[in-house]
């Protein structure tokens, strides 16, 4: 979860029991640091991460429920323009970020008989928009991850979802919708242990 919205949301969670471990780059994060939140600095691309994560919402709170990926960097360019160097490094970031946190949740996960992992794709994994050649394949494989995991995890009693963020007009219906959203997100963290991570604060 990034920084500002965790911070944003700490009363309700505290309020509602929920312990969180955030992990990010930024040696920042530590601020969030109270008795219901953890926090892990590190690269959320490399595995010695994403095992200290997962290694410290065991240690401090002592089970794994859910997992937020949240981990994003953007490009926008036109293919031709983009470099192997711009699809690495939206592609570390991403998607192995969010494959290694996956992986890492997901043993602990099966071996305590469940959870859910929640990843933030995008509108652009499934509709195509110019000069986004590199962050829409990173957003396709995050998506298509989610997929994987609900089959073959869903069995033993693991959830998977992506989110496919984007943009939409100011509506009533949206407002509702909102509202409704916020709700449900603050029960499912109710009693429960969370650990997410991000590294950037690009929009989507």
């Given at each position: 979860m990034?920084?500002?919205?965790?911070?944003?949301?700490?009363?309700?969670?505290?309020?509602?029991?929920?312990?969180?471990?955030?992990?990010?780059?930024s040696q920042a994060v530590r601020d969030l640091a109270t008795d219901e939140i953890a926090t892990v600095t590190g690269d959320i691309s490399e595995e010695d991460a994403a095992r200290?994560?997962?290694?410290?919402?065991?240690?401090r709170f002592g089970r794994l429920d859910i997992l937020v990926n949240n981990a994003e960097r953007?490009?926008?360019?036109p293919l031709v323009e983009t470099s192997v160097?711009?699809?690495?490094?939206?592609?570390?970031?991403?998607a192995r970020a969010n494959f290694l946190h996956a992986r890492e949740a997901l043993r602990v996960m099966v071996e305590h008989g469940g959870g859910a992992i929640v990843s933030?794709?995008?509108?652009?994994?499934?509709?195509?928009?110019?000069?986004?050649?590199?962050?829409?394949?990173?957003?396709?494989?995050?998506?298509?991850?989610?997929?994987?995991?609900?089959?073959?995890?869903?069995?033993r009693g693991v959830r998977a979802n992506a989110v496919a963020a984007g943009w939409s007009k100011p509506t009533p219906l949206r407002a509702s919708l909102m509202t409704a959203g916020r709700r449900w997100s603050a029960t499912a963290a109710l009693t429960r242990s969370a650990g997410s991570h991000r590294r950037s604060r690009s929009p989507r």
């Open positions: 990034p920084r500002g919205g965790l911070a944003a949301r700490r009363p309700t969670f505290a309020a509602r029991g929920a312990r969180v471990v955030a992990s990010d780059l200290r994560t997962v290694a410290l919402t065991l240690e953007t490009m926008n360019k160097a711009d699809w690495d490094d939206v592609m570390t970031v991403n933030v794709a995008s509108i652009v994994s499934v509709v195509a928009m110019k000069d986004r050649a590199a962050y829409s394949g990173t957003k396709g494989a995050i998506s298509q991850l989610a997929k994987v995991i609900a089959v073959e995890y869903g069995g």
